[in-house]
Structure formats: structure tokens, C-alpha cells
């Protein structure tokens, strides 16, 4: 099972159609492994610990819809509590 923990959100919109990997302070991003209707998820390495991370990325533009932005933190809260051997921390 896959216990690697959810890195912090970012909130910066994502190309995974071959173009460059998003970039974020701290991360290694090593390849898009899942898209959804809110965002695309990396597989990315933390430098700091070496740790195998998620990294979830808004589709929308940074502050194009206030309500989009905090149904997306409320997500990330919600994960950042759950704890279960097959569900991404």
C-alpha cells in the first residue's frame, strides 16, 4: 500500500499534456499520476525528508473562483486527518 504522505496543496495551475512539470519550493515533481475535475496529482519527492509525496495542483487559475479555492482547502483538510494504510496521507 501507498502511505506516502499528501504534500501541502498548491495552488498553481497544472499542465500535464507533455509540457513542462509544475514547480513548487521544496519538491522534485517526478510525474502526473491522476487527474480529477478539481486538479492534477504529481508524484513528487520532498528534499527535505526524501519522502514520496502526492502533489495536488488547482485546474483553475489562483483566485479565478473563490468558492472553487476553498471547497479545494477543504479537501486538503480533510485528507491531512484521515488515516488508513491505502489512503495517501
Known sequence: PNTAP???????????AGGPLPQIDGYDIVAP?????????YEGLQRATGARVAIKFMLTPPGAVESLR?????????????????IVR
Open 70 to 86: 476553498r471547497r479545494f482547502e477543504r479537501e486538503v483538510d480533510l485528507i491531512a486527518r484521515l488515516q488508513h494504510p491505502y
Open 6 to 16: 499528501l504534500a501541502p496543496a498548491a495552488s498553481a495551475p497544472a499542465n500535464d
Open 33 to 41: 499520476i491522476g487527474r480529477g475535475g478539481m486538479g492534477v496529482v
